[in-house]
Every structure is written in C-alpha cells, then in structure tokens.
C-alpha cells in the first residue's frame, strides 16, 4: 500500500438522491461502491476509482458524480500533484509507469489553428441536400501505364486499390487489446458503411473472416496470428513498423487479457504477456521493408495493397520517402496523440510530432520528389472530429484513421486505464462479464452513426468551400488559413495566415 | 403482440430494470421521490446465478394460466394480447401468483391483491420502462411468434 | 503595393468566345471582336485576348513565340537564352495601333523559332517537351520577360483592357485564321499586367476560361509534380496545363481528358454501359486530383480544332451553335446571334459534355 498518494478524483454521492439500488456496485469492476447494510447506505472508496463513469451513466437517480480531488500538495508550476505522485509511484513499485489512450498532455492541437474556407460571390457554395457531393474515393497506387487494347481502349493498368464510401477507416485496434464484441461492432460498422476497421496485431478471430472484404489484417513485428489465411481472408495488408503512441517500441499485450479465444486467434500461449519486438526483426533497414511488402504481395498473388504503419517521428518525410519506393500501396502514419492500449507513459508523452506537421511535410515531400502518385497517404493519431478530417485531406491525406473517436461512440469515456483488463465499458477487456456489456447491435449502430454524421458534415464543408468531391479537396492547401501559427508553423503545414489573400 | 423478451446473453444483471419498474408503476413523477428510502416492488424481476442474468417478467401468455385459475375474474386477457388485472376485483387469494410458471406474478404491497407486468399501459408511460432503460439492449419490446404456455 | 499576377492567387469571372470555320477557310480577328463586344459587360477593361489558329502560314513549320518584355535587360537575356536553344527564323515588333484606352503596354516582340538540332538531340527530349520546357525557364527565370504564345501557325494577342480594344489594338483584323477564341476579363483583384491577361497558351493548346476553380491547390500542386510551374496561379493556366499533361504526355484523347477534368459523378457513371463505365471508372482512378470542382466553362483551341467543356454542374453557361461550315461557342447566345444572326442550330451543351469541333478530314488530335 502506497501511503504517499492521494486519489486524483474523487466520487461524490448525492445522498438526498440515492436510493441504494446498487447498479453502481454491480457495475464497478474495480470495486469502488459498496453497500453497507448497516447504515442502508452505499459507500465509495476514490483510490480505486478510474473516473471511467460507468456508474455516473448508470445511476438511475444522477446521484453521482466524479470530481477532481481538491485535496493538493502545497501549489507548484513545476512540480504538478501528477508529477509527484508518479514518483512516488516508481519509489513504491520500481517499474516504468503504464498508461493507455492518447497523449493527454496540453501540447497544441494543430487542427484548431486552422480554419476552412467558404465560398462567397466569386463562386457558388454547393448545396449537398440539393446537388451531388461526393466522399467516395479509392486508396492505393495511382500511377499507372496508359495501355490500350486492339479497339483503343483503355487498359486497366492499375495496381489494386481499395475503394472507400467515405474518407474514414476504423484504425487498428487489436483482439485482445479490445474485445470480441468491439471487433464485431467496428466490423459491422465497416461493412454497413463501405470502409474498414483494422485488425490490429492480434490475429484475425474466426468468426470474423466473413468480414473479409471490409478488413485490413495487420503484419506486426510479433507476428501474432499472421497465417496464409489470413492474409487472404482481408482486403489490404498493413506493416505496423509503429504506433503513434509509442514509437520505437512494440506492441504489449498484458497476460490477464489472453484469454482462451485470444490465444488461440493469437497462437500465443494463455495468460502470458504478448510483447511485440520493437522491430520487425526481419526488417533493419529500408530495402528489407520493400522483401517484406514483396513477400506479402507474393503470398496473396498481388491481389491485396499493401499499407505500411509508421509512427510521426522527426525524420518522417524521408522515411516516408523511403515507402513510397518500397512498393507499398499506401502510407499510414500515426501521430503521437494515437491511442492504445498500454505504453510506457514516458513514451506516450514525449515521444514522436503531431499528425498535422508530420502530414504536410510528407505530403510535399512526395510532390516534390514527384511520387506522391505512387502512395495514398493515410493518417490517424487523434482525428476528433469531421473538421479535423477536412483539414487531414486539403493537408494533403487522401483519408483518416480513426482509433479513439471509434472508441468513445462505443461508449469509451477515455479513463486510460485500458491495461488494466477491467474495462467496464466492455471495450479493452477480455473478461466475459464485462465484454458482454458492450452489445455490438448497439455498438456497430453508434458507429455508423458517428461516421455518417461526420461524412455528413464533411459534404457541408466541401459544399461551402465548393468542391463537390473529396478528391478535389486533396491536398488542396489554399482551402485552409492558420491562426495563432508562427513562421515555421505555417511554412511545414504550407497555408497562409487568416487573412492573406488567396 | 408485441411482447418483452429478454436475451440472457446481454443482460449484465444490473437490477437497472427493477428500479425503472418500480418508479413507472409508483404513480410519481421523480425516482427519488418514488424509490428513495421505500421498499422497492418492481414487476420485473432479474434472477442472477453466477455469471447468468435474466431479466423475468409478464409473457402474456396466450392461454394464461394465471387467468384460468383466477377465482374472481379479475384477471383477463384484453383483445390486444395484454393479460390485466383488475384491483376492484381482486381478492388476494394469490392463485395466480401460485400457478405462475415464471414467478411473474406477486403480491402488491398493500398484500390484498397480486400486481404484474402490463407493459407500462396501466401508467403514465406508455412503453414499458424496464425497456427503454435497459443499458444494452437486454430488453426488447417487439413481436415475435406466439409463445404457447 | 499591389501584388502583380502570379504574387497572389486571381480569381476571376469573365465572358468566353470561339469560332472555327471546319472547312479551314479563313476570317480576320474582326468577328471575334464584334462577338465579345455584346458582352462587355461581362469584363471590367482589365484583360482581354485572342488566339488565332491557321495565322501563319508563311511560317507554320516553326514555333511562333510571342514576348512581353518589360525591360530592355529582359530583353536581351532572353533573346541570348533563345538564341542558345533555337534557331530564330524570324523575329520583328508586333504592329499595334494607338487606342486612348489601351495603355502601359510592355515591349511585344514575336520570334519564328526551330529548336537546335544539336540542343534537341542533346537533351533527350521530344522536340515539343524541349520547346515547352524552355517556354517554362524563360517564365519563370527571367524577371521582366513572358512568353505569352508559343505554338505553330497560331498566335494569342492579349493585354490590359477591354477586349474589343485588346483586339484594335493588335490589329487582328490584319490576321486571317481558320479559328479564334476571345476572352474578355473581369477579375477581382487589379493587377494590370499583362501577361496575366488570357488566352493562356503552352504550345498549341491556349485556353480562355470563365469561372473560378474551387479545386486550383488541389490541381495545382499535383501538376507541379511533373515539371510544370503555376507562375501565374490562375486557373487557366493550371487548365492548360492539364490538358498539355494529359493529351501531350500520356497521350489521352480529348475525350477522355475530358472525362477526367469534369468527370461524370460516380451515381452517374453507374448508371453508364459497361464499356463507358469501366473507361470512366478507370480515368477517376488513375487521375483524381485532375478532377477539376467548381464553376468553369473553358475553350480549349489547338492544331486544327476547337472544344468547349463546362464543370459538371454547369455552374458557367455555355451556348455551342452551327452554321454551315462555321461552329460558334460563346458565354452567351448574343455574341453569336451578333455576328451570325440565322443559325442551323443553337445549344447548351450539358455539364461536363466536351463539344468538339474539328477541321474536316481530321479525325482526333495530331499527336
């Protein structure tokens, strides 16, 4: 028992609306709630709480709420309550802190210093309930021979692409870091909406193979539950060679989340850790990607794109550089802001650049090397809302990843505690009584909700800027204007100040 | 008709149901007010077992033997499938309660008369309760085949 | 100060007209000026051009470039730059006339050129790649000099002012051709250069334009992978060069060029037969960022034939017409009816529907 610290929240009951039905006690898998038969009353105990707001949710009456403790050491700019309590807590335990989700530091968000244009007089807005618009696009190598055929015909020369209803895909998320039912929501979401969800690096469970078609199965350094078919059963393959999360290191699955059915989609043993390599040991350098983007598109007889997962790190235009003439059909770069379900916290937060500067400099870099044609640049790693997506795609990527968005409509209330295993949401668990309480006929709904509402406000957006295809929205940099950016700033992400003219 | 119907295998037994019961069928118009401090007699009730929920209420069972075997005619069937009971002319004898197969019948708790599920059409809310709070669908209130008990 | 053409982006609206007599007779510039003169309204005297097909056939085997020259230093820098890559034929002032209205005017030399056979050879390059390219140095290396007009046997004329005076001014009347397009400009930004004014031309190919692009940076920074520069950053520029790219170098037809700068709408290529539907389908795919959004309605003129194609919403009209040999495009129906008041046939063609009229006897695009 760790005597130094203090809970971060705290649960505050409002005993005038309690009623003790205890659907709080029932609900908190870490044991917070607690009837007391004596007193007739429910008790909580803060230091195990999470503030992951089941309960909140649940209580019938609203008679909870979680708050920030207003109990703090004496105040100091530097020395922050979280800062000393984390050293407290590696003086008690010795070990690297773990954390899970997104980097929560209050570095700037890149997206809310851009703003979209509209279109006024010189050129009308187009109406999207009125007139086409359209969010279809394909993802994939475009260059191309032109060919003809003894009529004069054009040949299709194309290599293989994937085509997407909407610029959105669901990242990769692995089975095992998240649960059955969640796979089975992004799944069916996917399918119902024309688009993918991401198996992450888990394997490919088998009831979902029938999936197939909306799939991207993921070739991680650890290779888990990568097989023949596999790779056949999806409609892309992605390398992860890194997660905007960690860069640098490999994925890290707990033990108590290895279930029986996680081994076996995994061909791990039960109830031990999975730690990926942080490399592909197969890969120390660029020409061993382009063997291993050949070996995968040998083994499924060119039929599938390839994509290739990096991390945002500083060198990233060169390295992204280096992809495009690797023979990869596709580019994902993940931003540190990228979610997961358990990384050291040191790397979470200080490793790896914002998706938005690590987007504009590959871009251009692939424009300026005349290659931009030979790759689709996908992104991820914190794309919150269908304005960042337009601000993504006008950068210059041709569609979005989204990881924690998918989470939260699932009902994700973004606690951070995923490593743990006891997700009361039913979403980074593997514990049947808490994954059965994420229903997939609910959950696949709220996703499909979540990206039809956005793509929705994406043909709003491009209508006012008047462009009615996402494709003429690609890279189309004089849509956006910065705000509160300085010189460098402006000049990576390559728009103009609010303000200057076109 | 449509009926309540539970699927076992989402029900999380939360007990959600039974306090959303209980505060549709108190006649007032805050939970609190309802259910705070007062034993709690809900129509629905979740049988818990282990790793096992089921949220158990009313079948509205074509041939209902509660209201063969009711001795003051107060139970009956209405033409649109909902097996009612009526309080005037209930004497308490709890027969129904007895005969039961699913437990779904009780005593209500003034004890002179038994008390079920009517699917929310004898209060103010319309569309059963226990439904529209369950937090993942458990619950549903649709039409399927008959069901013969 | 105000920025010129080129220092910023210039949208602008503006009135487009374009004639061909497809049995290759030829008419002076005379037409054209009467026909843009019914739209006067839809300039403002800040722009107005001609380019003219069949102009020189003196000289048709040699690539006529015509120069602004704002100092005399430009002047001989390019004419030295010129001299190291062509053999100059010819090379004279153009003749203007004094209008009142026409004023600023830069120094406008014309040049009859063939490339060097030794510096053609050299650079490994087709004859009209090394010419273009070096229409692109002297743009955008050489402060103060503009080629403004560099294909065979045609010539664009423009400059700052109305159109109908643009045309006075160059005296076009003096010219006879078997085809002339017209622009009249109405921007929205006051730049008074010159070389901003339109046609804008690259070879063969000047395009006049009427609209303003929602999808420019889109295209423009793809198109500036392969060699070209958006001096200018005007749409008919950024057009211009898409069709040089997609005609010129990877040796689409017209239609199919067409097809990619305003395709159909993916709705309506599904509902296309299979063989329109899979050759549509497959340009979408291979040139997305070519897809050109927003209100256009272009003329496109080249060797032996014009076209005229609108954005697929038909956000900008356009009116086709037929009489006898004669074919007219036009903004609006009454600069056609000015100078050809009884028709064969008058209409609009639909949004994204490339109209294409050709000398007789040619079938498609000299390559």
């Known amino acids: 028992m760790n005597i130094y610290i203090r809970p971060e929240y705290e649960v505050v009951r409002d005993e005038n609306r309690c009623i003790a039905c205890r659907v709080c006690e029932r609900q908190c898998a870490n044991e917070v709630h607690r009837f007391d038969p004596e007193t007739g009353r429910m008790i909580a105990e803060s230091d195990k709480c999470v503030n992951c707001h089941r309960c909140v949710c649940l209580c019938p009456t609203h008679a909870l709420k979680i708050v920030k403790s207003d109990d703090t050491y004496k105040t100091n700019a530097n020395w922050d309550n979280q800062t000393i309590n984390e050293v407290y807590k590696q003086a008690n335990s010795g070990g690297v802190l773990l954390s899970s989700m997104g980097n929560p530091k209050p570095y700037p968000v890149f997206w809310d210093k851009m703003l979209i244009n509209a279109s006024q007089v010189t050129n009308p807005p187009i109406d999207p309930l009125r007139e086409p618009m359209e969010t279809q696009l394909w993802l994939g190598r475009r260059s191309a021979a032109i060919e003809r055929d003894e009529k004069g015909r054009l040949k299709n020369t194309l290599a293989p692409q994937l085509k997407l209803n909407v610029p959105i895909l669901f990242s990769a998320m692995s089975y095992g870091s998240i649960s059955y039912n969640a796979h089975e929501s992004l799944a069916r979401a996917a399918e119902e909406l024309g688009t993918y969800y991401n198996t992450g690096e888990g394997g490919l469970h088998k009831d979902f193979y029938k999936y197939g078609k909306n799939t991207i199965v993921q070739v991680a350094s650890g290779r888990f539950g990568v097989f023949e078919g596999y790779l056949e059963s999806a409609a892309a393959i992605e390398i992860k060679m890194g997660q905007g999360a960690k860069p640098g290191i490999g994925g890290h699955l707990p033990g108590a989340k290895i279930s029986a059915d996680v081994s076996e989609t995994r061909m791990i043993p039960q109830g031990v850790d999975a730690i990926s390599p942080a490399p592909h040991h197969d890969i120390y350098s660029i020409e061993d990607l382009r063997q291993l983007v050949y070996s995968l598109k040998e083994a499924t007889a060119y039929k599938k794109p390839v994509i290739v997962k990096i991390a945002a790190v500083h060198n990233i235009a060169a390295i992204a550089s280096g992809i495009a003439r690797s023979g990869a059909d596709v580019i994902a770069i993940d931003g540190y802001r990228g979610g997961t379900g358990a990384a050291p916290t040191r790397i979470r937060d200080n490793v790896g650049i914002p998706i938005e500067l690590a987007l504009a400099e590959v871009d251009q870099r692939l424009r300026d090397e005349g290659i931009r044609d030979d790759v689709s640049i996908l992104v991820g790693g914190s794309i919150r809302s269908s304005a960042d997506v337009v601000k993504a795609i006008a950068l210059g990527a041709d569609a979005c990843y989204i990881g924690t968005a998918a989470l939260l409509a699932l009902g994700c209330h973004l606690c951070r505690t995923c490593h743990a295993g006891r997700c009361n949401w039913g979403i980074a668990t593997q514990r049947p009584d808490l994954v059965k309480r994420l229903n997939p006929d609910i959950g696949y709904k709220r996703l499909v909700n979540l990206v039809t509402a956005w793509n929705h406000e994406i043909q709003e957006m491009m209508g006012g800027m008047g462009i009615n295809s996402i494709e003429a929205l690609r890279g189309n940099r004089l849509m956006l204007r910065g705000l509160g950016l300085n010189e460098a700033e402006l000049r990576i992400l390559g728009i103009k100040y609010a303000g200057e003219s076109m | ?149 | 100060m105000l920025l010129r053409e080129g220092q910023f982006r210039n949208p602008s609206g503006c009135a487009v007209t374009g004639v061909i007599d497809r049995s290759g007779k030829g008419m002076t510039g005379e037409g054209m000026i009467e026909a843009i003169s019914v739209m006067h309204d839809r300039s403002n005297g800040l722009g107005g051009g001609y380019a003219g097909y069949g102009i020189y056939p003196h000289y048709k085997d040699f690539y006529a470039f015509h120069l602004f020259y704002e100092t005399r230093a430009a002047k001989e820098q390019t004419e030295a730059f010129i001299a190291r890559h062509f053999e100059i034929v010819y090379s004279s002032e153009i003749q203007t006339r004094r209008i009142p209205t026409v004023t600023d005017e830069p120094e406008i030399f014309r040049y009859f050129l063939a490339p060097l056979p030794r510096k053609l050879a050299n650079s490994h390059l087709d004859e009209r790649e090394y010419v273009a390219r070096c229409v692109i140095r002297v743009n955008s290396e050489i402060d103060g000099a503009y080629v403004f007009s560099s294909g065979k046997n045609m010539g664009i004329f423009k400059g700052v002012g109305f159109p109908e005076d643009i045309g006075r001014f160059y005296r076009l009347e003096e010219y006879e051709g078997y085809a002339w397009t017209c622009h009249g400009r109405y921007p929205t930004n006051t730049p008074g250069w010159w070389g901003g004014a339109h046609p804008f031309g690259l070879l063969d190919f000047s395009v006049v334009h009427n609209g303003e692009i929602s999808s420019y940076d889109a295209n423009r920074r793809y198109i500036e992978m392969f060699g070209y520069r958006c001096t200018l950053q005007t749409d008919t520029e950024v057009i211009t060069y898409i069709i040089d790219y997609l005609v010129r170098k990877r040796g689409l037809t017209l239609s199919e060029t067409a097809h990619v700068i305003a395709a159909s709408f993916w709705t309506t290529i599904g509902q296309k037969d299979a063989a329109a539907r899979e050759q549509e389908t497959l340009l979408r795919r291979m040139f997305p960022s070519l897809l050109v959004t927003g209100p256009f309605s272009i003329i496109l003129g080249y060797e032996g034939g014009l076209m005229a194609l609108g954005d697929r919403l038909k956000l900008r009209s356009t009116v086709c017409a037929e009489r006898g040999d004669i074919a007219y495009i036009a903004s609006e129906e009454s600069a056609i009816r000015r100078i050809a008041p009884d028709l064969d046939r008058v209409w609009s063609p639909a949004g994204g529907e490339p109209v294409v009229f050709e000398l007789y006897g040619k079938e498609g695009r000299a390559q």
């Open chain 2, 1 to 149: 008709m449509k009926r309540i119907y539970v699927n076992e295998k989402w029900c999380l037994g939360c007990h959600l149901c039974e306090y959303e019961c209980a505060f549709a069928n108190s006649g007032l118009d805050d939970i609190v007010k309802a259910l705070k401090g007062k034993p709690v007699y809900p129509r629905v009730t979740v049988e818990d077992c282990g790793e096992v929920h089921f949220a158990v209420n009313c079948r509205h069972c074509s041939d209902a033997v509660c209201v063969r075997s009711c001795i003051s005619g107060a139970l009956s069937k209405g033409d649109d499938g909902v097996v009612r009971i009526d309080r005037e002319k209930c004497v308490g004898c709890l027969t129904c309660v007895l005969v039961c197969p699913y437990g779904a019948v009780m005593p209500a708790p003034d004890g002179h008369a038994a008390m079920k599920c009517q699917l929310c059409t004898d209060n103010g809310f319309g569309e059963p309760n226990c439904v529209k709070h369950c937090p993942n669908n458990a619950i549903v209130f649709e039409e399927r085949a008959e069901v013969r008990a």
